[in-house]
């Protein structure tokens, strides 16, 4: 299975350096990853050293805890469109989530995908790891009526990443059409291939390299 263009290859560590990206952006183009994710500091580096290849440039919004302010996530998506950013993954606020404010979490996502504009993917991360089945199925739900791209499994930074179960549940849940983001854990062509089976069309990993290559496999 050609897992490269499925490919998010990621570095969002806090002592990511720019040798780090550098290193990223290189692999990107070689390997033919469909984008680097990196944080917001960064999108326009990225953006400057993948202009003249088919690499898009990601990045994440209130990331890794998704706590922050409406205000604040739209504000960083604003800068990252200005920057360079053709994707944003958002990250959901789990807390008005398990407290089931779902007026709270339509309004956050969608003031995100506004301020992203037409011309932009934005993924939600609703932090599977963190929720019930009933919980994962309403915040999806809401992710496809608020004009989202994809759901996104994790951000990775949490207590756990994706699973088979929960791709499965997100495709269902939101159709054919709409992105689903593996994202989390996913570290050999064993784990990718099972993910896209169970409904993923889309991959966030650092070890795409290891991936494509066949040096990982369960």
């Known amino acids: 299975m050609d897992f490269a263009r499925m490919i998010d290859h990621t570095v969002l560590k806090p002592e990511a350096t720019k040798a780090d990206v550098d290193k990223l952006c290189r692999e990107a183009v070689e390997c033919g990853f469909h984008s680097v994710c990196v944080n ?9 050293r993948l202009k003249e290849s088919d690499v898009k440039v990601c990045t994440v919004v209130g990331f890794p805890l998704g706590a922050m302010s ?7 998506t604003l800068a990252a469109v ?9 990250v959901a606020h789990i807390g008005m ?3 089931g404010d779902w007026e709270y979490v339509k309004e956050d996502i969608t003031s995100v995908v506004d301020a992203a504009g037409d011309r932009i993917c934005v993924k939600v991360i609703i932090e599977t790891c963190l929720l019930t089945d009933e919980e994962k199925v309403q915040v999806c739900r809401i992710c496809k009526e608020a004009g989202a791209d994809f ?10 990443g994706a699973t088979v179960e929960d791709i499965g549940l997100m495709r269902q849940t939101v159709g054919p059409v709409m992105g689903v983001k593996a994202s989390g854990g996913i570290r050999s062509a ?18 795409g390299v290891a991936i494509v290559e066949g040096q990982l496999d369960d």
């Open 97 to 99: 989530i398990k407290s």
């Open 82 to 90: 200005r920057d360079g950013a053709d994707e944003v993954d958002m």
């Open 70 to 76: 409406t205000e604040g996530k739209v504000g960083e």
């Open 190 to 207: 064993k784990t990718a291939k099972a993910m896209v089976q169970a409904g993923a069309d889309r991959l966030g990993t650092s070890s």
């Open 151 to 160: 759901v996104k499994t994790s951000t990775g930074f949490s207590t756990g």
């Open 40 to 48: 917001s500091s960064f999108v326009y580096y990225c953006a400057q």
